[in-house]
C-alpha cells in the first residue's frame, strides 16, 4: 500500500482524526488587548468613568498598538469580550452587533484592525446566554460560526456560565469541529476546564481540551485585589505537574488578563506596581497569555515600560516553551527556573529564574543554578542579566551564587545566558 492510501484508510477508520482542532495558531501564548478587565460590560456610552465597549474604544485601542510600540513588543490581538451584541437574534437567528455602539458592524472593525496588522477577537458563550446575559451560542453553532468567520475573526473566546457538565463536555468538542470546517483559522480558547472544576466540582479531563482548544482557563476570573493575584499565582504554582504534561505550543493554560495598567483597586499601606510586576513576571515565566486590560489614554510610563520589556517578553515567547519549575521555599516565596532555546551561536540552553516574594518584607537570597536540573547542561560560564533593569549584572559559572534582594511582595527576574 502506498502512504496516501494509508493515510485514507487511518481517515476512514478514525473520522475524529479530521476533527482535531490543527488550526496551527497560538504556538506561543498569544498577546494582546482584551476589553473585559477594564471595560467590562460598560455599554453606556453617556458615562464619563469608564469608556463604553464601542466602536471607537476598539479603533482607538489598534491606534495605541500600532503607534505606541506593543506591535513591536509583539501584542497583536485586540479583542472584544461579553456584551458587544444586540440582546437578540435577526429574523435569519444571526447575531447582530449593537447597532448603536457598533453602528458599522464588526467586518468594519476587523478591517480597520487587519489594516493595522493586528489580529480580531471576540466573545460568546456555549450557553443560550452570556455570562451577561446576552445571546449565546447554543443551538446555533453553524450560523454562528459562520458569522464569526464572515467578519474575519481570528479569535473566539468562549465562555461556559449557565450550562452543566456533560454539555460542557460535548459543546467544547462540537464548537471546535464547527469552527474548523468554516475553513477560517480561528484561535480557539475554552474556559471548559474552569467550569467543570470550579462549577460542576468535577475532575477536569485535559486530553479532550488539549485536543480541542488552544487556551483554557482552569482558574477563576482574575480581579483587581493583591489576594487575587496570590490565589492566582498560587494555584498555577500547584498546577505545574499538569501543565508539564499539558502546557505548550498550540495549548496553553489561561491565568486570565495581566493587570498591569488596569492596576488594583487601591489598598491602604499597598504599593500596587510591586503587585502588578510580580503577576507580569509569574505570566512571562509560565508561560501564559499576555492579555492587557486596560486604558491605553492613560497608562503610566513605568507600567508600559514593563509591559514592553522585550528581554520578559522574550522569556514568554521562547520557542522551547517549557513551563517554569517552582520551587516553593516557604508558603510566601518561591523560585521558578527555566530553560530556553539557546541563544544564536550558542548550543546550550539559557535560563531564567524569577523569585517572586510575597512576604511583607524584603528577602535576600542567593540562587545557585547547578542545584537546578532542569536547566542542565550547565556550561561553564554564564553571563546574568537583570531582565527587570534590562542591564547585564557580570559573568559567573553555575557553581557561583547570584545573590537577589526581592522587595516586599513583588518578583525579580534573571536570565544566565551561556558564554
Ligand atoms: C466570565 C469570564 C470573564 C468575562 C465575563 C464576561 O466571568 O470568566 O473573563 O468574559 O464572563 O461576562
Not at 514593563?306 to 510566601?332: G, R, S, W
Request: some cysteine; proline content about 6%; aromatic content about 14%.
Amino acid at each position: 500500500m502506498s502512504l496516501w492510501s494509508d493515510v485514507l484508510s487511518l481517515l476512514i477508520l478514525f473520522p475524529a482524526l479530521v476533527d482535531l482542532l490543527n488550526n496551527g495558531l497560538a504556538l506561543k501564548p498569544p498577546m494582546g488587548w482584551l476589553s473585559w478587565g477594564y471595560h467590562e460590560c460598560q455599554v453606556d456610552c453617556k458615562n464619563t468613568t469608564v469608556r463604553c465597549l464601542d466602536e471607537s474604544l476598539i479603533m482607538s485601542v489598534a491606534d495605541h498598538l500600532f503607534n505606541d510600540g506593543y506591535i513591536e513588543a509583539g501584542y497583536e490581538y485586540v479583542i472584544i469580550d461579553d456584551c458587544w451584541s444586540e440582546p437578540q437574534r435577526n429574523e435569519f437567528g444571526q447575531l447582530v452587533p449593537d447597532r448603536e455602539r457598533f453602528s458599522r458592524g464588526m467586518k468594519f472593525l476587523a478591517d480597520y484592525i487587519h489594516s493595522k496588522g493586528l489580529k480580531f477577537g471576540m466573545y460568546t458563550s456555549l450557553g443560550t446566554y452570556t455570562c451577561k446575559g446576552y445571546p449565546g451560542i447554543r443551538d446555533h453553532f453553524e450560523i454562528d460560526a459562520a458569522t464569526f468567520a464572515s467578519w474575519d475573526v481570528d479569535f473566539l473566546k468562549v465562555d461556559g456560565c449557565f450550562i452543566k457538565a456533560d454539555y460542557l463536555n460535548t459543546g467544547y468538542i462540537d464548537l471546535s469541529r464547527t469552527l474548523n470546517k468554516t475553513g477560517r483559522p480561528i484561535l480557539y480558547t475554552c474556559s471548559w476546564p474552569y467550569y467543570i472544576q470550579f462549577i460542576e466540582n468535577k475532575m477536569v479531563n485535559f486530553e479532550p481540551i488539549v485536543e480541542h482548544c488552544n487556551l483554557f482557563r482552569t482558574y477563576h476570573d482574575i480581579f483587581h485585589t493583591a489576594g487575587n493575584i496570590y490565589h492566582t499565582v498560587k494555584f498555577f504554582e500547584s498546577s505545574y505537574d499538569l501543565m508539564k504534561k499539558y502546557h505548550g505550543p498550540g495549548q496553553w493554560f489561561d491565568p486570565d488578563m495581566l493587570l498591569v495598567g488596569r492596576g488594583l483597586n487601591p489598598t491602604k499601606g499597598i504599593d500596587s506596581f510591586g503587585w502588578l510586576r510580580l503577576q507580569m513576571v509569574v505570566y512571562a515565566m509560565l508561560p501564559a497569555p499576555l492579555l492587557i486590560s486596560c486604558n491605553l489614554d492613560a497608562i503610566s510610563q513605568k507600567e508600559k515600560e514593563l509591559l514592553l520589556n522585550k528581554d520578559l517578553v522574550a522569556i514568554n515567547q521562547d520557542m522551547m516553551a517549557v513551563p517554569a519549575q517552582p520551587f516553593a521555599i516557604d508558603p510566601f516565596l518561591t523560585i521558578w527556573v527555566k530553560p530556553h532555546e539557546p541563544k544564536k551561536g550558542n548550543m546550550n540552553p539559557a535560563c531564567s529564574f524569577a523569585v517572586v516574594n510575597f512576604h511583607f518584607r524584603d528577602v535576600t537570597i542567593p540562587f545557585f543554578l547547578h542545584k537546578y536540573a532542569v536547566c542542565e547542561p550547565f556550561t561553564r560560564r554564564y553571563s546574568v542579566m537583570d531582565v527587570l533593569n534590562r542591564t547585564f549584572l557580570k559573568n559567573i559559572t553555575s557553581l557561583e551564587p547570584i545573590h537577589v534582594t526581592v522587595p516586599s511582595s513583588d518578583a525579580v527576574v534573571y536570565t544566565l545566558f551561556p558564554l
